[in-house]
């Protein structure tokens, strides 16, 4: 697997399309990060991090009715095309309804939090 996270944003994806209540991916610190990220802006209910050495993830979804709470989800930097941008350049998700990820200095958050510290970074995706 070249792009873990393009991997799991796929799987987040193709989950809400099935209505699935959650899914197993494997787990990385970032995952992790951006599993947290969506807990906190309330795209996913909850996640856990189960077992030994080969850790597993599960990220339980979130439904409103029949449809899904994530609209979208968008991978931005890529591993053959990075994008970075400056503390004034971060971009708003659909006018301020959807959440950037930023992978900063201080770790991994959303575009606001990024703009408030005064922090730029990698814009790792959009999620709306």
């Given at each position: 697997?070249n792009?873990p996270?393009?991997?799991?944003?796929?799987?987040?994806?193709?989950?809400?399309?099935a209505?699935?209540?959650a899914?197993?991916?494997?787990?990385?610190?970032?995952k992790?990060?951006?599993?947290g990220?969506?807990?906190?802006?309330?795209?996913?209910?909850?996640?856990?991090v189960?077992?030994?050495?080969?850790?597993?993830m599960?990220?339980k979804?979130k439904?409103?009715g029949k449809?899904?709470?994530i609209?979208?989800?968008r991978?931005?930097?890529?591993?053959?095309?990075?994008?970075y941008?400056?503390?004034t350049?971060i971009?708003?998700?659909r006018?301020?309804?959807g959440?950037?990820?930023?992978?900063?200095?201080?770790?991994?958050?959303?575009g606001?939090?990024?703009r408030k510290?005064?922090l730029?970074g990698?814009?790792?995706c959009y999620?709306?």
């Amino acid at each position: 697997m070249n792009d873990p996270i393009s991997d799991m944003l796929a799987r987040i994806r193709n989950a809400n399309r099935a209505l699935l209540p959650a899914i197993e991916l494997p787990h990385s610190k970032m995952k992790e990060s951006i599993a947290g990220i969506l807990k906190r802006e309330g795209y996913i209910t909850d996640f856990a991090v189960e077992g030994k050495v080969p850790r597993i993830m599960k990220l339980k979804l979130k439904y409103q009715g029949k449809k899904s709470v994530i609209e979208g989800l968008r991978r931005l930097s890529t591993p053959g095309l990075r994008r970075y941008v400056g503390s004034t350049e971060i971009p708003r998700v659909r006018g301020g309804l959807g959440v950037a990820v930023l992978s900063t200095s201080e770790g991994l958050m959303t575009g606001t939090q990024a703009r408030k510290k005064n922090l730029g970074g990698e814009l790792i995706c959009y999620v709306w």
